[in-house]
């Protein structure tokens, strides 16, 4: 009985124990201009700050000009990588639809106060790397990437990223592994022709202000103004003989035009074939088939990506491997120069980025007076339309015989248009 009577009175002071009520003054704060509401941050990559031990740093930045506008940056302490939350960008940036309190209870006051907390100031707190100095870096400073070094970003993404975002990464480093891997090029020279100015060679280096490929503004002549090695590297040539092997198997009859298009060669490739035929120098020929190979290769690729931003699925390129036979040399580095690892779409300037280079290699193909007729029809593009690109190369319009095209040339040096603004005119008013 005495056990009994002690388990309930045990039971009974817990009882009263849950049951023990306080008597508070509640009082609801808003945020004025000397006092700002709180800020709630999140971690969603798995950092915990309380299992770290130390305190981390934690900074607020509010924009001068914006006051809306804050960033949160949490600093673990000893590590090269900080947190930062934007209430401009990410989650805080979409509609919310409810609204968030936090309360706090003081005992010895015995005040409850309730701080309201608006949806764009609870922010996900996203891993950012430390520049290579040790310094944190600045709101809105950009980290500059060597391509040459790791990427900074490759472990965050493998550590503390999203399944998507892994998956992106390990596909990135692939590619680059196999870019860099001289065993897949195979047994080939590597080097600059014979033929090739190596003075030119040395300063041309790829643009930084203009989207067209590796040029030379000092060039004296055409073909060194944009040169081939830099367009179509002596590493990927050895892959690029299916011309010359399709001119072995085609028919001999009228049905020869037909044949060329059923194995998705474009209308620019196809006329030229003759010239193909013609040549007799060895050298020469396995050049200019090279130079119709990329071409059709870049068109045919152009056509995958294009539809795949149209359909805005999940990418996949295989399409581009399987059916239209694009070595996998070609379409790694097709992969690097025009898609974007995160989003794995062409963008729009990345699209204007491969017509230059599809026009530079027609103009190479043409001795730098060429009609745009047929590429007009490849790329889908109107001659109007198709004329901004030219003058984005420093091309100009040839003058044309009476009853002939007008044909596009390169002059030497390359001078670029600007763009002409429109001027308009006020009108007088009359009395």
Not at 160 to 186: C, F, V
Not at 247 to 263: G, K, T, V, Y
Not at 319 to 331: D, H, L, T, W, Y
Not at 403 to 428: E, Y
């Amino acid at each position: 009985m005495a056990e009994k009577e002690c388990i309930r009175g045990t039971a009974s002071r817990r009882e009263k124990k849950k049951r023990k009520k306080i008597e508070l003054e509640m009082e609801v704060l808003s945020e004025t201009a000397d006092k700002m509401a709180p800020v709630v941050g999140y971690f969603p990559s798995g950092y915990d700050p309380v299992a770290a031990g130390a305190d981390p740093d934690i900074k607020l930045f509010r924009n001068k000009k914006k006051s809306n506008r804050l960033e949160l940056v949490v600093r673990p302490d000893d590590c090269n990588v900080e947190f930062v939350g934007k209430s401009y960008a990410g989650e805080a940036a979409l509609p919310q639809l409810c609204t968030y309190a936090l309360g706090v209870v003081d005992k010895e006051t015995q005040t409850l106060k309730i701080f309201p907390i608006a949806a764009n100031k609870i922010l996900r707190l996203e891993p950012r790397f430390i520049n290579g100095f040790g310094e944190p870096t600045k709101v809105g400073e950009e980290v500059i990437i060597d391509e040459k070094k790791k990427h900074p970003m490759a472990d965050l993404n493998l550590l503390y990223g999203t399944k998507r975002a892994k998956n992106i990464e390990s596909r990135r480093q692939s590619i680059n592994k196999k870019l860099n891997d001289p065993s897949i090029l195979g047994p080939l020279e590597v080097g600059t022709d014979g033929n090739l100015n190596d003075e030119a060679s040395k300063d041309v280096k790829e643009p930084l202000d203009r989207n067209i490929p590796p040029y030379d503004p000092s060039a004296v002549t055409p073909q060194s103004a944009y040169p081939l090695n830099n367009i179509i590297p002596k590493g990927e040539r050895g892959y690029l003989k299916d011309i010359l092997e399709t001119l072995e198997l085609e028919p001999n009859n009228a049905r020869n035009a037909e044949f060329w298009e059923s194995n998705y060669y474009p209308s620019f490739v196809i006329h030229r074939l003759p010239k193909l035929r013609e040549i007799q120098d060895e050298e020469e020929k396995t050049q200019f088939a090279c130079i119709l190979s990329y071409i059709t290769h870049l068109i045919n690729f152009r056509k995958v990506a294009e539809s795949v931003r149209r359909r805005k699925d999940k990418p996949d390129y295989a399409e581009a491997m399987s059916k239209f036979m694009i070595p996998s040399v070609v379409f790694e580095r097709f992969l690097t120069l025009f898609v974007d690892p995160v989003s794995n779409f062409i963008s729009s300037e990345k699209s204007v980025l491969l017509i230059c280079y599809v026009l530079v290699l027609t103009l190479h193909a043409d001795d730098f007076l060429t009609d745009s007729t047929d590429i007009e029809k490849d790329l889908a593009i109107t001659r109007d339309s198709l004329k901004p690109y030219f003058l984005q190369l420093g091309c100009k319009t040839h003058d044309p015989k009476p009853f002939q095209k007008a044909r596009m040339t390169l002059p030497v040096p390359l001078v670029f248009q600007g763009l002409k603004k429109r001027r308009f005119r006020r009108k007088r008013s009359g009395f």
